[in-house]
């Protein structure tokens, strides 16, 4: 069964994973850090969600990674995982709903998937 390794991250707590794809979501969408009723929740609260997921743009990004992960897996080294990590400041709220909505993607088409929130629990960075 072909395997896809998704990890979502922040900037702010180190350097990138390695991955096959690396998406950085800082610059180009907006940041529900900067919403206070936002800031101390997660990918996990539906209102983080729903705030990146509202937010233009990105669902273009997650259909695109999509078709990459689908283009890799049908490649010559199907036998190799394909790694892809996205990557925002903290890691709490674009790059962690980001990286859960392509790994339920991934998923519902039959695919082995591993999801890693790399910085999801750790603190909110004050800014």
Do not use: N
């Amino acid at each position: 069964m072909a395997r896809v390794e998704i990890t979502s991250f922040g900037y702010l707590h180190g350097a990138e994973p390695g991955a096959r794809v690396t998406i950085d979501l800082r610059h180009h969408f907006r940041d529900p850090h900067v919403r206070p009723e936002l800031r101390h929740l997660t990918a996990h609260d539906q209102a983080v969600r729903d705030a990146v997921m509202s937010t233009a743009g990105v669902e273009g990004v997650l259909q695109a990674v999509t078709a990459m992960v689908e283009a890799f897996l049908a490649g010559p080294r199907q036998e190799e995982p394909v790694t892809v990590a996205f990557g925002c400041a903290g890691g709490r709220h674009r790059a962690a709903t980001a990286a859960a909505v392509l790994a339920e993607r991934c998923a519902s088409r039959g695919l082995d998937v591993l999801l890693v929130h790399r910085d999801l629990d750790k603190a909110v960075v004050e800014r």
